[in-house]
């Protein structure tokens, strides 16, 4: 009788001793690795069942001098569940390696942090996304402007890790509900393959997002404030600007990153009294007679907590090899713009200025038949202060007010003898409200009062929500 309990309690710690492990593990980051752990789980369940089955049945019961069963039937029960737990442990397995279970929203390698999940998988397929939806009010003389209501746009990124060299990353966008109506777009907005060779350079190829300022990367809503981007970051550096190109990334130390990239130029035959906004070629049959290059540098120092600067430049010609008022030209685009950005417990601020120069002005407003500006600037500065902390110390939710201001003006300076245009002159004063249920939704309240130097300039009440993935 002693034997038959030894051996029962030897079959019952082991197969407590296996089910744990399987807690224990890591998960594994090849496919390879997983069938290994499977492979080796159910030789140790088999195992088990074999000698549980085939044990001596030969004791005696002292009380009842009856032959003794191998083993109980709640102890066969016992053995199926834990054979159970078994194989829904290893299909979670299998399930991680492709879908992390909690996803730690980070940005990495230029990325937003919905945007960086591929990075977090061990190997396979990552799904992530953003949505916003927002109701806009026309203040006082609407002119031709009417209040509106939105799905501006909803987002599906699709990533691949093929290995730990090699991974693909995508943005599938649809804007404004449909393509049926209003201007609704479906488009993608980058698809890239990254290549993974050393931490100090990288290769990025593929339809890329342009890396100025700091919207054009990091676009998802909860990651900015108000309903819509800053208008500087809209006109004089367009977001969201992608093209297709080839280029480097990388941390040339650990403070220190970068991205360069060589770029289908912009067309000249877009540009118009705005800006360049309309000259992204966006990767659609992208002409590409002539090329841009762009080149980014972030510092973020370690004894400035919280602290992060930097600059990028844009150069390329834009004509195309087209003609304009019967001349060739290059169309020679410049772009620049610095940043700062400072974030310290409850306080984020957020400073940039961008100047931008476009050559033979002259001659394409000629052609465009409005005055093109050979000079434009914009620059803004932005603070909010999560208050809820010191209202609940203890609470994980947000709740900033924020205030934003901007500057800018598409037309600083027109070829001679050209009209300018005052109501591109503008300032925006914006005032709102940011609050976060959890890091991943937003729901947004914000005013905007738009002052120009000449005309009407309408302000706006607007209210919505974002969310990530």
């Known amino acids: 009788m002693v034997h038959q309990k030894n051996y029962l309690s030897f079959t019952i710690a082991g197969l407590l001793s296996v089910s744990t492990s399987v807690y224990a593990l ?14 080796m789980q159910q030789k140790q369940i088999e195992a088990l069942q074999k000698n549980a089955v085939t044990a001596p049945a ?7 001098n009856a032959p003794a069963p191998a083993v109980a039937t709640n102890d ?7 054979t159970d737990v078994l194989s829904q442990e290893v299909e979670k397995l299998r399930t991680n390696l492709s879908i992390p279970e909690e996803a730690k929203y980070k940005s990495m390698y230029g990325m937003g942090p919905a945007a960086s999940k591929v990075y977090q998988v061990g190997q396979g397929l990552s799904i992530g996304g953003y949505g916003e939806a927002s109701y806009r009010n026309i203040v006082g003389d609407k002119g031709a402007l009417k209040d509106s209501a939105d799905m501006y746009r909803m987002i599906l990124y699709t990533g691949y890790k ?5 991974i693909f990353n995508s943005e599938f966008e649809v804007e404004h509900g449909t393509t049926g109506r209003n201007g609704g777009t479906v488009s993608i907005e980058f698809a890239a393959l990254d290549f993974f060779i050393d931490p ?17 990367q990091i676009h998802e809503p909860p990651f900015y404030f108000g309903n819509n981007r800053p208008e500087v970051e809209r006109t004089i550096i367009p977001s969201t600007w992608r093209e297709l190109g080839v280029g480097l990334f990388g941390q040339l130390t650990p403070e220190l990153s970068y991205t360069a990239y060589v770029m289908n130029g912009m067309d000249a035959a877009n540009f118009t009294s705005k800006g360049i906004r309309d000259g992204r070629q966006s ?34 010609n834009s004509g195309q090899d087209k003609l304009y008022a019967g001349e060739n030209i290059d169309a020679f685009t410049q772009l620049y713009e610095g940043h700062i950005q400072w974030k310290y417990r409850g306080l984020e601020w957020r400073a940039l200025g961008s100047v931008g ?31 809820l902390p010191l209202i609940i110390p203890s609470t994980d939710q947000y709740f900033a007010p924020f205030f934003r201001y901007e500057q800018m003006d ?38 905007r009062n738009f002052e120009a130097q000449k005309g009407i300039a309408a302000d706006d009440v607007n209210l919505g929500f974002g969310f990530i993935f």
């Open 410 to 447: 598409s037309l600083a300076k027109v070829p001679n003898g050209l009209p300018d245009n005052g109501n591109l002159n503008r300032q925006i004063y914006q005032f709102g409200l940011q609050y976060k249920p959890i890091p991943n939704v937003v729901i947004k309240a914000d005013y």
């Open 76 to 82: 066969v029960k016992k053995l199926e569940h834990k």
């Open 357 to 387: 120069r476009i050559g033979d002005a002259a001659i394409l407003s000629k052609a465009k038949g409005q005055t093109i500006g050979s000079e434009n600037y914009g620059w803004y500065t932005e603070v909010g202060y999560d208050v």
């Open 26 to 39: 890591e998960k594994p980051k090849t496919m390879d690795e997983m069938w290994k752990i499977i492979e």
């Open 58 to 64: 030969t004791q005696i019961n002292d009380k009842t």
């Open 283 to 316: 990767g659609g049959n992208a002409q590409a007679e002539n090329f841009g290059y762009v080149a980014r540098l972030d510092y973020t120092p370690d004894y400035l907590t919280g602290v992060t600067l930097g600059g990028s430049a844009y150069v390329g």
């Open 162 to 166: 093929f290995n730990d060299k090699i």
């Open 200 to 216: 100090m350079a990288n290769v990025r190829a593929g339809m890329v997002l342009t890396p100025m300022g700091f919207i054009n």
